[in-house]
């Protein structure tokens, strides 16, 4: 049966998350610099693109397709073949299928463009494109198939994720870790300035990352019900305790409150909320928001006294978020904010931790090993790396003849 | 006559001009500058990441004046663009052979 309220709410929510591949390219682009702006703008924007087409033909039915062995949906669902305006039997029983598939779509989309920010002002644009699509193949589907297909492995486990703090954050985090590993630093890293060539964008693009984030969160309800509600609210308390949190921190060890580090602590908390922003109550929001900053914060200043140049702390922030926000749930999950999910355990359920601990590794070291084959066996190949020229003169010019201000 | 160059923080500089103003000094040229000295520039920094900038943003006044107009001068340029702090500045004072207004042709103390 279809609920027109329920309709109208995934509506919108796609349209939602569909910004937030824009607000996260305006993100990036403010932190780079000047000569990069572009190209960095670009491998966000192309994977509209570039994964909407692949989402249509094969990665909505890899995800959610008929199970095969708990791993992987079979391809029976092939160009959306039998994905009509019924509602599914199994998936948001209450809209037509294809408002969840173009809602799943989004997330699909702004998965592989959340890695671009690890590799910033240094990869080549076809390698980029092919890179993207064989993860979104190789990783992405899997993964979301094994926490949210109807069948999966580790949702039969137990294992839970509300939005994404698996599917979308770790993976792409251990893919960025991987990344700046094959790929290693830009030219000049530990000398030259990387400095953001202008922070009034990283602001508005972490306003709407902000403003997307409801639709992410609260849409993964599948419903416009008390459970979107408890995301909803969730996932604003979270963006704001990171953000207090974060600047505060710079403010006591580094001398002086920073937009960046605002922004930054935003992103950390709403990040980190994620996968139990529809578990939890409030005041655990918070908490998970204020230790979001405060982590975050202490792993992006180790990154630098370590000089791993992971360019605009995908692994840091996604990464560790993901990671933090998964274990939190397990800690902080109670059936009293929805019947629907679990206790954990403060809740007296320990073995959820437990459940959520095993979901984490497993899905961190497939990511991680995984995404690093697909990247050295592309340099072997064809190669990631820009030429020194290029990287010289910037992303702009070299890759893509244009640049931002003259 | 003498020539007077004092390099000054920014926001100094409708201070300075107003003192200067009040002693008769009737013209000034000013120029946007970038420079370090003692202070050595100053400390950025993002995401905990800490850059030095060395050249910081300086404001350089030139003025010519009568050589017996040359002390008070630089002195009302030292009251008003002191803050007390590191990096308030320098003045340079030179000797100089000639000023000619481009209009009339007029040298020397009548071209000032």
Known sequence: ?????????????????????????????????????????????????????????????????PDIGGFIGSLAWFGLNGVTNAPSPVYATTIPQTVFMIYQCMFAVITPALITGAFAERMRFAPFLIFSLIWTVVVYNPVCHWIWGDGGWLAARGVKDFAGGLVVHLTSGAAALAAVMVMGARKGHGHDKFVPHNLPMTLLGTGLLWFGWFGFNGGSALAADGVAATAFVATHLAGMAGMIMWTAMEWMFDGKPTTLGAASGAIAGLATITPASGFVTPGSAIFIGLLAGCACYLAVNFKNKIGFDDSLDVVGIHGLGGLMGTICLGIFATKAVNPGGADGLLAGNAAFLGTQAFGTVVVLVYAFIASFIILKAIDATIGLRVSDEDETQGLDLGLHNETAYS | MKKIEAIIKPFKLDDVKEALNEIGVKGMTVTEVKGYGRQKGHKEIYR???????????????????????????????????????????????????????????????AI
Do not use: C, H
Not at chain 1, 12 to 35: D, E, H, I, N, Q
Not at chain 1, 54 to 62: A, D, T
């Open chain 2, 48 to 110: 905990g990441a800490e850059y030095q900038v060395d050249f910081i943003p300086k404001v350089k006044l030139e003025i010519v004046v009568e050589e017996s107009m040359a002390e008070k001068v630089t002195d009302t340029i030292r009251e008003a663009a002191n803050t007390g702090n590191i990096g308030d500045g320098k003045i340079f004072v030179m000797s100089l052979e000639e000023v000619i207004r481009v209009r009339t042709g007029e040298k020397g103390r009548e």
């Open chain 1, 1 to 65: 049966m279809i609920n027109s309220g329920d309709t109208a709410f995934i509506m919108v929510s796609a349209a939602l998350v569909l910004l937030m591949t824009p607000g996260l390219a305006m993100f990036y682009g403010g932190m780079v610099r000047g000569k990069n702006v572009l190209g960095t703008i670009m491998q966000s924007f192309i994977l509209i693109g570039l994964v909407s087409i692949e989402w249509v033909y094969i990665g909505y039915s890899m995800s959610f397709g």
